[in-house]
C-alpha cells in the first residue's frame, strides 16, 4: 500500500492515535493485568481478520501499541517504488478498530502520556559508520537502512531506538555529536518545552517550532522536542 502523508493520517482523526516518528502510537489504561490480557486478545483476533497486526507492549496497568507496515510504497522524484516503514491506510483501518474494540471493553486511552525517543548523530559520512552502529545496537548490520531509503539503524525487534544521521560539514569533536530526539503529540510539546526551560534549559532554535524545537542543557548539550499538528493548523 501506498504510505499516507502527514496530512491524510492527521485528516483520519484517530483520537486515540497520534503519529510520532514512523509509525501511529496510542496506549491505553488497564485496571489489572487480566482485563490488558483480554483487551490484547481481542486485538489479536480483529489483526487477524485484517490481516495486520501492531506491536504490543504490555506494563503495570498500561499497554501501549504501535502500527506501521514495513511494505509501505514510497515514490522518490524520479517514480521510482521503494518499500519502507511507514503508516499505510491499513494501520488507520486497525487504530480505528482497536479504538472501537477499547469503547467495548471500557478501555481508556491516555494519548497525553505517548512517547518516542530517537537517537541522531551528526555525520558527513554516514554511508561509512552506519553498519558500525547496526552492529553495536543490534548484533548485525542487516538493521543498517532497514524499512528507509538511508543509512537509518532500525532494530527489527524495537529493542533499540532507531538511530538516524543527521547531514553535517566536517567537524572535529568534541562538538556534539549525538542529540536525542523526543517525539510527543502535538498539545503536549509546549508543555514539554516549558517544563525543560523551567528545570534550567533554554531554546537554542525555535525557528521551526511547533514542528520542531532545539533546546539545550546548562552544560549546552542539545535535544530536540518534535510533533505533528493536525491537518487543520498545518494549513
Known amino acids: 500500500m501506498d504510505m499516507l502523508t502527514g496530512e491524510q493520517i ?10 510520532l516518528g514512523q509509525g501511529l502510537h496510542a496506549r ?8 490488558g490480557v483480554r483487551f490484547v486478545a481481542a486485538v489479536g483476533e480483529a489483526g487477524d481478520a485484517l490481516g495486520h497486526h501492531p506491536r504490543v507492549t504490555m506494563g503495570d496497568g498500561y499497554i501501549d501499541f504501535k502500527l506501521v507496515s ?8 524520479e517514480g521510482t517504488e521503494h518499500l519502507v516503514e511507514w503508516v499505510t491506510r491499513q494501520d488507520v483501518d486497525l487504530a ?26 551528526d555525520t558527513a559520512h554516514a554511508a561509512t559508520i552506519a553498519p558500525v552502529w547496526a552492529a553495536l545496537l543490534t548484533g548485525s548490520t542487516e538493521a543498517r537502512g532497514r524499512g528507509t531509503i538511508g543509512d537509518d539503524v532500525r532494530d527489527a525487534t524495537g529493542r533499540a531506538p532507531i538511530l538516524w544521521f543527521q547531514d553535517t560539514d566536517e567537524h572535529e ?19 514539554r518545552i516549558a517544563a525543560a526551560v523551567a ?3 533554554v531554546i537554542v532554535d525555535g525557528s521551526r517550532a511547533p514542528w520542531t524545537t532545539v533546546l539545550a542543557d546548562q552544560d549546552g548539550n ?5 510533533t505533528t499538528l493536525p491537518a487543520a493548523q498545518e494549513r
Open 10 to 19: 492527521a485528516e483520519a482523526d484517530l483520537t486515540d492515535w497520534r503519529k
Open 28 to 35: 491505553y489504561v488497564v485496571g489489572d493485568f487480566g482485563t
Open 70 to 77: 514495513d511494505d509501505a510504497v514510497y515514490r522518490d522524484g
Open 96 to 121: 480505528r478498530r482497536i479504538t472501537g474494540i477499547a469503547a467495548e471493553q471500557a478501555v481508556d486511552a491516555d494519548p497525553a502520556s505517548i512517547t518516542t525517543i530517537e537517537l541522531a548523530l
Open 173 to 191: 569533536t568534541p562538538r556534539q555529536r549525538f542529540h536525542i530526539d523526543v517525539q510527543v503529540r502535538y498539545d503536549v510539546a509546549e508543555q
Open 199 to 201: 528545570a534550567g534549559a
Open 222 to 226: 542539545k535535544a530536540c522536542v518534535g
